[in-house]
């Protein structure tokens, strides 16, 4: 674990960061099981929010995401490219009927647990043209609101009440 709490405010490292790759997970949490769906999978490194209650995220560059435990579950935090917002925006709420704007604080993060409604299992970031997010139990796919675009569900991910300001997301 690189990433550190300064002030309440949880620090990431460069090395937190998920850039995209539909990878097996390298890492998971003590005590959680290792089958399919029960980690997001892509990820190298898994933040422990600890005792923090806010997370600083100003040194993801666009495309870049870290994935936070939190309240017993995977909160992920994308920082979306100028073309994720733009494509997120332009795309009319998908089957779970939101625009944009319902799923998210700042244009320029999603925020959201990285759970599929349909049976619970953990999605894994691929950041390809066609989705964000898929699921690996039953192929779900989200775009980069975290909206159902394909799939066994009509449920977005789920959303995480937070505010954004300065690159430091505070969780309420």
């Known amino acids: ?63 870049e995401m870290v994935v936070v435990w939190m309240n017993r579950t995977f909160v992920g935090i994308l920082h979306r490219t100028d073309e994720q917002q733009a494509a997120a925006a332009a795309e009319v709420g998908a089957l779970s009927g939101e625009s944009d704007a319902d799923r998210v604080v700042d244009p320029a993060y999603l925020v959201a647990e990285l759970k599929c409604l349909h049976r619970g299992c953990y999605v894994g970031y691929v950041n390809t043209l066609e989705a964000a997010f898929k699921c690996p139990c039953h192929r779900a796919t989200f775009d980069t609101a975290g909206r159902v675009i394909k799939g066994k569900t009509d449920k977005s991910l789920p959303f995480v009440p937070h505010s954004v300001s300065e690159g430091v997301v505070s969780f309420l």
């Open 1 to 63: 674990m690189y990433s550190r709490i300064k002030d309440g405010t949880l620090v990431i490292d460069r090395r937190d960061v998920i850039r995209g790759g539909f990878a097996a997970a390298a890492l998971a949490v003590p005590g959680l099981a290792h089958g399919k769906g029960d980690v997001p999978t892509g990820e190298t490194e898994i933040i422990d929010l600890m005792d923090a209650s806010a997370i600083d995220v100003s040194e993801l560059q666009p495309g």
